[in-house]
């Protein structure tokens, strides 16, 4: 079970919750945006294939959240997450894309096949007065990095 997230580039690490499915059928996230959430329906960090997925928040009413740092990482950077038991997989991330909230393509996002990858998730975009939430994701997609790389 994860347990910490560290991005080093941007002095990130945040403890992790083992987090479901909110009765609207989205992910939840941790009400403390000093803390993000591990889909625990989904495969786990270091998985053999599909999506490990993590989602905080940007920011709540009090100020930044820990996933504010997320928008200053940039393609190579290292991604580390580590269990209860100590073990530590590394990651690098791959892809950053901007996804308008409605367009997530969420069968993509928390596939259970396919090669294994880390997604971290957050909000970004403006922000609608009207919904009470920004307009989109940012969506960071990053590989397992082989030992010795």
Same mark, same amino acid.
């Given at each position: 079970?994860?347990?910490?997230? @560290? %991005?080093?580039?941007?002095?990130? /690490? ?10 609207? $059928?989205?992910?939840?996230?941790? @009400?403390? #945006?000093?803390? /993000? $959430? ?5 495969? /786990? ?11 905080? *928040? %940007? ?6 959240? #820990? &996933?504010?740092? !997320?928008?200053?990482?940039? @393609?190579?950077? @290292?991604?580390?997450?580590? #269990?209860?038991? $100590? ?5 690098? +991330?791959?892809? !950053?894309?901007?996804? #308008?909230?409605?367009?997530?393509? %969420?069968?993509? %996002? &928390?596939?259970?096949?396919?090669? *294994?990858? !880390?997604?971290? +998730? ?15 994701? !940012?969506? +960071? ?9």
């Amino acid at each position: 079970m994860p347990v910490r997230l @560290e %991005v080093g580039s941007v002095d990130l /690490a945040v403890p992790l919750d083992q987090v479901g499915v909110q009765d609207d $059928g989205q992910m939840q996230i941790p @009400e403390d #945006a000093d803390r /993000a $959430g591990w889909y625990r329906y989904g495969p /786990a960090p270091g998985a053999d294939a599909g999506s490990t997925v993590i989602s905080g *928040h %940007v920011d709540d009413r009090d100020g930044p959240g #820990a &996933f504010l740092a !997320l928008t200053d990482v940039a @393609e190579g950077d @290292e991604v580390t997450v580590e #269990a209860a038991d $100590g073990t530590r997989t590394a990651y690098r +991330i791959v892809s !950053l894309r901007t996804v #308008a909230k409605p367009e997530l393509a %969420v069968q993509e %996002v &928390f596939r259970r096949d396919g090669p *294994h990858v !880390l997604q971290l +998730i957050t909000c970004t975009g403006p922000w609608s007065p009207d919904t009470r939430r920004y307009t989109d994701n !940012l969506v +960071i997609t990053a590989e397992p990095v082989a030992d010795g790389s």
